[in-house]
């Protein structure tokens, strides 16, 4: 995206007369179009960590006007010459673009922070499409082999336009079946997948929980949970002070929790149902506790399969 977006500014005048500013400003597009995901760093300390912030303040407003800024100012130390205002807009444009296409698909991002802390996940694009990547592949060839990056890119840009709408008329038409198939439904989350015509369905209904998936158009429920409050009581609160635990909840809209006891230790789990995959749900947080609820270990993060929960569970530190 951020060299399409570089393409794109060679329609501005002052980019394609300037070679300094032309050369700064397709850094700084690539450079806008990737930082706000600078926190993905945060992976190597813990998934905590990583779950709790990553698309939080890196995409929020204040973060959306400062990046373009530190950027255009560290790039006009390397290019004296290059016109600050056209390099600043195409910083800003590649960020702002990034953030905006965050908030299309279901993991989503905090972009309205400071003021709202809410996710906002519009479920319409996949976080890896391969048709917006193959429309912005196709445009970085015909440019390689000698087209015109300007109309090359507008038509790109146009095309992922077009493309946004089809998508958006999929999720509203489904979200209209959804509810008239279904009784009561409170709230719909719908996680497009890499094939253009499936989607993947959490649904929240007033006694309920449905799972299921949708193919051209056909709903099809996999699995009914009956829907429960969590219990106000000792062992939820002790286990709610857990960091692993408490990043999975600052970030999962919709989950169910199972309790066990064994012979020296009781597990809370909670499950996240966005995310259903061959009969497993893999994007979990488990803590165990002691019988005087201390915690003895925890973990989130995705883990596809019992065998392998159970192996991080016995390797982490006691």
Request: with cysteine; glycine share 6%; hydrophobic share 45%.
């Amino acid at each position: 995206m951020g060299i399409a977006l570089g393409g794109l500014a060679t329609l501005d005048p002052t980019v394609s007369s300037h070679l300094d500013t032309k050369e700064a400003v397709m850094i700084g597009a690539i450079a806008g179009s990737l930082i706000p995901d600078i926190d993905t760093i945060l992976k190597l300390r813990n998934n905590a960590k990583y779950i709790r912030n990553h698309r939080g303040i890196t995409h929020s407003i204040p973060a959306v006007l400062l990046w373009p800024l530190l950027i255009t100012f560290i790039l006009h130390l390397l290019f004296r010459d290059a016109h600050l205002f056209d390099l600043w807009m195409w910083t800003f444009i590649g960020v702002i673009i990034h953030v905006f296409v965050d908030i299309f698909n279901a993991y989503g991002t905090q972009a309205f922070r400071p003021f709202s802390q809410k996710w906002v996940a519009l479920g319409i694009i996949n976080t890896f499409d391969p048709y917006f990547f193959t429309i912005h592949i196709i445009g970085i060839i015909i440019w390689a082999i000698g087209g015109s990056p300007g109309p090359t890119f507008i038509t790109v840009f146009g095309v992922i336009i077009v493309y946004y709408f089809i998508r958006i008329a999929m999720n509203l038409n489904l979200r209209h079946k959804i509810k008239k198939q279904l009784p009561n439904v409170e709230k719909i989350i719908i996680s497009p997948t890499m094939r253009f015509n499936r989607w993947h369905l959490a649904i929240i209904a007033k006694n309920h929980f449905y799972v299921g998936n949708a193919t051209n158009g056909e709903i099809k429920v996999h699995d009914v949970f009956e829907r429960m409050e969590e219990p106000s009581s000792a062992l939820m609160e002790a286990a709610k002070q857990d960091e692993n635990l408490s990043a999975f909840l600052s970030f999962s809209p919709v989950y169910r929790f199972e309790t066990a006891e064994y012979s020296d230790h009781i597990e809370v789990r909670f499950i996240d149902l966005r995310y259903r995959s061959k009969g497993y749900y893999p994007f979990v947080a488990v803590v165990q506790l002691d019988f005087d609820l201390n915690i003895i270990c925890s973990y989130t993060g995705w883990i596809f399969s019992e065998k392998k929960l159970r192996k991080k569970l016995d390797y982490l530190p006691n």
